[in-house]
């Protein structure tokens, strides 16, 4: 993928895969350590993969939102922990995008991106309701919280998250602001130690007793009620995080692909041809949340909502079979910790979490089908 401009041109895949290239050295020991790499974020900051998705405008690469997904991709073939972990970040910029799209302005975050700001996301596990506790005070608020996962952390500038106000004037709201990492009362406790993509550095933070100012504050609504940014959130986040999945597929099916190259039993034509099936059908599937993001000018409905997610679980299912059936078709070599297949089989399963997981995106769906809100 190249973006091309008067003044400028990348080859944005090139630059990740050279980046991917000079981490994935590290990634193995990683995985045995569960221990977070700032290099890699690092890294992505100064190749300017960071700000990739930035307009041209406001000084970053213009990348398209399939560019950054192709970014992501290559990224995943070659440390899936630091892939998924920079999509959350890439979402967060990818929704600013959708609102500079949609005449919003977005150039106060553009601004700190381009600037190296690596922004951090709690959204998967406060959805609607969000959590924590807001109190309002002078010019602003107190906040007390604990939010997890947020990937990346430890790389991270600005915390992007939301904070429940049960005190609120009219009833229950939901504040969504955006607190600095360093801010006073925020703190770090490394609490990530999971199956799979053990190196994100997906941990918990701790707001106690952070003050957030009135200006920090970019939206208030109401705790019970569906709210369309997130319609927003959805189609611009899903297609780069499953993008950064189908990387760790991809890498699975090449490597399986190396190993058995020599055979040419019936067996191995069979699971292979199963494997190349799943993998094709992810690949489309995530092709398809791209198209109809429309490079992020797509129009927030929930109807639009419920199809990336539909997609989303589809893709899934076929991306957890393919690095299964890649495994399969090695035998049992893939089944060892020697070999590589082990790590991706464990570390694709994060598919499964990220909003929304299979129970509640069918009902969503199925909501949404039936003409009802979202959430009841």
């Known amino acids: 993928m190249t973006t091309t401009s008067a003044h400028l041109t990348t080859d944005w895949v090139a630059l990740a895969r050279q980046a991917g290239e000079a981490l994935r050295p590290e990634v193995a020991v990683r995985d045995r350590t569960g221990e977070f790499s700032p290099t890699a974020f690092e890294m992505l900051r100064i190749t300017g993969l960071s700000a990739a998705l930035v307009p041209a405008e406001f000084g970053g690469g213009g990348a398209t939102h399939r560019e950054m997904g192709a970014i992501l991709r290559e990224l ?33 975050l553009f601004g700190k991106v381009v600037d ?34 947020a990937s990346g952390v430890e790389a991270g500038t600005l915390l992007v998250t939301s904070i429940r106000w049960d005190d609120a004037p009219d009833g229950a709201q939901v504040l969504h602001c955006a607190i600095p990492v360093g801010a006073p009362g925020v703190r770090i406790e490394k609490t990530w130690d999971t199956l799979g993509l053990r190196a994100s550095g997906s941990h918990t933070v701790i707001l106690d007793d952070v003050f957030v100012p009135e200006a920090a504050v970019s939206l208030l609504r109401r705790a019970d009620a ?31 692909t190396a190993l058995v190259a020599d055979r040419a039993d019936a067996p191995t034509f069979q699971l292979a041809g199963e494997m190349a099936n799943a993998h094709t059908t992810a690949a489309d599937l995530i092709e398809a949340m791209f198209a109809g993001s429309d490079n992020l000018h797509f129009d927030n409905t929930d109807s639009y909502a419920s199809r990336t997610l539909s997609r989303k679980t589809a893709a899934a299912d076929a991306l957890i079979a393919t690095v299964r059936l890649a495994i399969e078709t090695v035998g049992g070599l893939g089944y060892s910790r020697a070999c590589e297949l082990e790590m991706r089989y464990r570390d694709v399963h994060g598919c499964l979490f990220h909003p929304l997981p299979r129970a509640k995106q069918t009902r969503f769906t199925g909501r949404v089908l039936l003409g009802h809100s979202p959430i009841g």
Do not use: C
């Not at 959204?123 to 996962?149: I, L, M, N, T």
């Not at 927003?232 to 999945?245: C, E, Q």
């Open 76 to 108: 995943g073939r070659h440390d899936p922990s630091t892939a998924v972990a920079f999509a959350m970040h890439t979402h967060l910029v990818a929704a600013q995008v959708w609102r500079h799209n949609h005449g919003i302005d977005a150039a106060p």
């Open 116 to 149: 190296g700001a690596i922004l951090i996301s709690t959204g998967a596990a406060d959805w609607v309701g969000s959590s924590g506790r807001a109190e309002q005070v002078e010019g602003g608020y107190r906040v007390h919280a604990r939010k997890a996962p």
């Open 226 to 256: 569906w709210p369309p940014l997130l319609n927003v959130v959805m189609g611009a986040a899903m297609p780069l995080v499953m993008a950064a999945y189908l990387g760790i597929a991809d890498a699975a099916v090449d490597l399986a």
